[in-house]
């Protein structure tokens, strides 16, 4: 444990740490809790002398993927679904969509500028999409592998001119209704990390009858007694534990932090929205994580494990070009460059081993506020760091996630 409170505690150190506070859980197969600890200071301030807990409340972002995942298992489970079905059946929004081909004019025209304060693509005078209707149904699988033809902003410079033609503020978007764009491919003929998982979650809320709120803390939370995690933290002041500040780091990697919020883009929420809404804290989700790589139990079968944790992306040539390439920091910063990956509809798995830590075969992920997770099934571990920082990608975080997880496979023998 000391080893782990001092690798935490040197990241965070007031004097010369990179990180305000941090906290990491972890647990082996057996359900044996490997770490549990934080360090650093709940407030970006640290003149208040409020130390960072395991149960300090944080937003998830992208984190949130995992948790949709398993409740999107869970309607197979119980038959409500196929994972390569039609989920227009399920969702009349999904049904017949369009592709954006192209644009009509000249692209030298278009003003097309890189704003690199948010990344995003903005468009003097954006040109008018060609639409044409897609020949393939969107799946459920589609949806969770990012292969439906969905995309974020600012992994489309396509998505980013049809929202500009529209008079659509890109980076603005936070509702379902808003997600439903165009395609930007042929659903299963590529892959573009975006919103199918907010769309995988809205087919859990038809299936369901339920909000998605209500539906994981009955089918999820409850089952494993994690009682801080929301899509809502506002709406019931009192009941969540404190939250870790959400720092800006305003001066480069491994600069200085301020005090930031969460974009009011995303707080208050408006909906539960599956891919980037929750909120919750390392205890919660080491408790989550712990069911899934123990096999599954109380939340899915092993065989249904199985399926969500299997890499299926057709295209793996277009995705290794997003984690080596462009997207690299942001998808794999914490993998080696040469990790060969697939997509299932759990998170990104390594195809191969990443030698001291991680087995091949291994799933992670994380979010925008720089918390992360894997679950190493080889060898029977999973764990999770919570901090909160933007922008995403700090390389900071990274590298303690690094380290935390380095010792991790040092402590059971396998580094």
């Known amino acids: 444990m000391a080893k782990f409170d001092a690798i935490l505690q040197k990241w965070t150190d007031a004097r010369n740490g990179s990180i305000h506070g941090a906290s990491f859980v972890a647990y082996d197969s057996t359900g044996k809790c490997l770490y549990s600890g934080a360090q650093g200071s709940r407030t ?17 972002a992208s984190q949130t993927k995992l948790v949709t995942a398993v409740a999107a298992m869970q309607m197979i489970e119980r038959g409500l679904i196929g994972i390569d079905d039609d989920v227009g059946k399920v969702v009349p929004q999904l049904a017949s969509k369009e592709v954006i081909a192209g644009f009509e004019g000249d692209e030298t025209q278009s003003g097309k500028e890189l704003n690199p304060a948010t990344l995003l693509y903005d468009f003097q005078n954006p040109r008018k999409p060609i639409l044409r209707k897609a020949t393939k149904p969107i799946s459920l699988r589609y949806l969770l592998t990012h292969t439906s033809g969905f995309a974020y902003d600012f992994t489309s410079e396509e998505l980013c001119e049809y929202l500009a033609f529209h008079g659509v503020d890109v980076g603005e978007r936070n509702s379902l209704e808003k997600y439903n764009t165009p395609l930007i491919f042929e659903p299963g003929t590529k892959f573009r990390y975006g919103v199918g998982t907010d769309w995988a979650g809205h087919v859990v809320e038809r299936l369901s009858g339920k909000n998605l709120n209500a539906y994981i803390q009955e089918n999820i939370c409850a089952r494993l007694g994690m009682k801080n995690t929301t899509f809502f933290p506002d709406t019931e002041p009192g009941r969540f534990g404190p939250e870790l500040d959400l720092a800006f780091r305003s001066d480069g990697p491994k600069g200085s932090l301020v005090k930031g919020s969460v974009p009011p883009t995303w707080r208050p929420a408006k909906e539960a929205l599956g891919g980037a ?22 939340l899915l ?50 195809l191969t081993p990443v030698s001291g830590r991680r087995a091949e075969g291994s799933i992670k992920w994380g979010g925008s506020s720089n918390p992360l997770w894997w679950i190493d099934m080889r ?8 901090t909160q920082i933007q922008p995403p990608a700090d390389s900071a975080a990274n590298d303690l996630f690094v380290e935390l997880e380095e010792q991790v496979y040092k402590s059971i023998g396998k580094a």
């Open 44 to 60: 970006v301030d640290r003149s208040t002398n409020v130390p960072a807990t395991t149960h300090d409340l944080c937003w998830l």
């Open 277 to 298: 809404g929750l909120y919750s804290t390392a205890d919660d989700y080491g408790l989550f994580l712990k069911a899934l790589v123990s096999g599954g139990g109380p």
């Open 301 to 350: 079968k092993k065989e249904t494990l199985d399926l969500m944790f299997t890499g299926t992306v057709a295209n793996r040539e277009d995705l290794t070009g997003q984690t080596r390439g462009v997207f690299r920091n942001f998808m794999a910063q914490d993998l080696l460059p040469d990790t060969e990956v697939d997509y299932c509809p759990g998170g990104l798995v390594s």
């Open 379 to 386: 060898n029977g571990v999973a764990g999770t760091m919570m």
